[in-house]
C-alpha cells in the first residue's frame, strides 16, 4: 500500500478542495459520503440511475457521460447485495462487476487521477459470510478488474473493504439482519433467540466512520487496499444487550443451543489502515446503536 501524496496529521489543516465524482447517487453509503465532502469543502457531483446529477446506468455498455467540469477523484459506492435466487445473483454479478469498471472509465474521460472502489471485507473471505452467496464473490471479482482497469488507464486505485456498516437509514439496517431483527423485537418488547452461543463476534462500522475513511482515501490518495473497521467488533450478545438498553428495557434473549454459531468474522487490520488513512473509526457500536434507536424514535421510524 502506498500513499501517493502528503500525510497530513489530524492537527493539520485539511487537504485542498477537490472536485469528487460519487457513483451510486442513491444508496445511503454515497448520500453519507456526499454529504461529509461537501461539509468539508470538497465539490462534488453524483452519478446515478435516479436522483444524481448525471443519470447514467452503470450496466449499459454505451459510453461512459462526461462530467460537466470534470472530476480529481472517482468514488464508487455501487454495489448489489443479490440474494439466493440465480436472478438475483445475475444481477450482483453485473452489477459489483460493472460498476467498477464504469468509475475507472469515468475518471478517464473526467481526468481524475484517482478512483476509490467501497468492496467488503468478505471479499477475500467469502467462506465467512452469512448473507447471499453471490455478493463477496462478486465484490472480489469487481476489485480484481478495478485493477486491471486502473493499471491499463493509468489511474490510482483505492480499494476500500469496510466491515458489516450500519447507520439510521432504514435501507442500511436492511442489510444488517441481526440488527434489524433486535431492533423490530425490542421495539415490540419481545424476546429474540440467537442461534448457538451468542458469542459469535461482529464488527459493525458507522456510516459516518466510513464516510471519513473515503474522504482520508480521496484526500492522501492512497494506493493499495485497506481494511475499514470500527473501535472494535462486538458478540451477538452484547450488540442485542446495547438495543434493548438503548431503549430503556431489560434484555430478553433466548439462545438455541441446538443450532449452530455463525463464523466469525474475517480479521481486521485497524492499525494498517489508520497508518495508510490517518483517521480511525470514532464511534463506538454501542454510541452509534443508541444513536439509531434515538433518530428512528424522533423519525417515527418502525425500527
Known amino acids: 500500500m502506498r ?15 477537490r472536485r469528487l465524482a460519487i457513483l451510486g447517487a442513491s444508496s445511503p453509503i454515497a448520500r453519507t459520503v456526499r454529504d461529509a465532502a461537501i461539509a468539508a469543502g470538497h465539490a462534488v457531483v453524483t452519478v446515478g440511475r435516479r436522483d444524481a446529477d448525471v ?18 477523484v472517482v468514488i464508487c459506492a455501487i454495489g448489489a447485495l443479490g440474494d439466493g435466487t440465480l436472478d438475483g445473483w445475475r444481477t450482483a454479478a453485473v452489477v459489483n462487476a460493472a460498476g467498477p469498471l464504469a468509475a475507472v472509465a469515468i475518471a478517464e474521460t473526467a481526468g481524475a487521477a484517482h478512483v476509490v472502489l467501497l468492496s467488503t471485507i468478505y471479499a477475500g473471505h467469502a467462506d465467512r459470510y452469512t448473507g447471499p452467496p453471490a455478493y463477496p464473490v462478486t465484490k472480489r471479482h469487481g476489485e480484481e478488474l478495478a485493477r486491471l ?70 484526500d492522501r490518495r492512497v494506493e493499495g487496499t485497506v481494511d475499514c473497521g470500527s473501535p472494535g467488533e462486538r458478540s451477538f450478545r452484547e450488540l442485542v444487550e446495547i438495543i434493548y438498553r438503548a431503549r430503556g428495557l431489560e434484555p430478553r434473549i433466548r439462545l438455541d443451543a441446538g443450532r449452530p454459531d ?42
Request: glycine share 8%; aromatic share 2%; with cysteine.
Open 149 to 218: 482497469a486502473a493499471r491499463a488507464a493509468g489511474r490510482t486505485l483505492t480499494v476500500l473493504r469496510p466491515s458489516h456498516v450500519y447507520g439510521s437509514d432504514p435501507l442500511l439496517l436492511a442489510r444488517q439482519p441481526l440488527l434489524a431483527m433486535a431492533l423490530e423485537r425490542s421495539r415490540l418488547d419481545e424476546e429474540l433467540v440467537l442461534h448457538g452461543s451468542g458469542t459469535t463476534c461482529r464488527d459493525y462500522l458507522h456510516v459516518d466512520d466510513l464516510a471519513a475513511m473515503v474522504l482520508a482515501a480521496a
Open 262 to 303: 455463525a463464523p466469525e468474522p474475517p480479521p481486521l487490520d485497524r492499525e494498517a489502515s489508520a497508518d495508510a488513512l490517518g483517521v480511525r473509526a470514532r464511534i463506538p457500536v454501542d454510541i452509534g446503536l443508541h444513536r439509531v434507536v434515538t433518530d428512528l424514535a424522533t423519525d417515527g421510524v418502525r425500527g
Open 3 to 17: 500513499i501517493l501524496t502528503g500525510s497530513p496529521t489530524p492537527d493539520e489543516r485539511p487537504a485542498a478542495p
Open 55 to 72: 443519470l447514467h446506468d452503470v450496466a449499459d455498455p454505451g459510453p461512459v457521460p462526461e462530467l460537466p467540469g470534470g472530476a480529481d
